[in-house]
Nanobody, 124 residues
Framework: QVQLVESGGGLVQAGGSLRLSCAASGRTFSSYAMGWFRQAPGKEREFVAAISWSGGNTYYADSVKGRFTISRDNAKNTVYLQMNSLKPEDTAVYYC?????????????????WGQGTQVTVSS
């Protein structure tokens, strides 16, 4: 079992920055990949970014490439999503997720555990 708790969401103006955190507990954190997804009102959940167990590989959705950075600190059992140059269309509930036994970073159904989500609102 893996428990995931996101934090760091909030309200920010367009062009601003936020850093999301996701604290994990349960299984050995350094043994599995992590991802971030988001769901805007009235839309399906979509992939944002993912990072391999070691942090050596990262993968981003085209919509956030160059603006968002995913990272992890295995000593702190935490994955981060640094979001810069935020746009109103980035408004969504952001979820972190753990992918235990594979590396299909953008495939939602490959993830085994999910956090409860944190709201990010970007005003224009």
């Amino acid at each position: 079992q893996v428990q995931l708790v996101e934090s760091g969401g909030g309200l920010v103006q367009a062009g601003g920055s936020l850093r999301l955190s996701c604290a994990a507990s349960g299984r050995t954190f350094s043994s599995y990949a992590m991802g971030w997804f988001r769901q805007a009102p009235g839309k399906e959940r979509e992939f944002v970014a993912a990072i391999s167990w070691s942090g050596g590989n990262t993968y981003y959705a085209d919509s956030v490439k160059g603006r968002f950075t995913i990272s992890r600190d295995n000593a702190k059992n935490t994955v981060y999503l640094q979001m810069n140059s935020l746009k109103p269309e980035d408004t969504a509930v952001y979820y972190c997720a753990a992918e235990i036994s594979s590396w299909y970073p953008s495939l939602e159904y490959e993830y085994d555990y999910w956090g409860q989500g944190t709201q990010v609102t970007v005003s224009s």
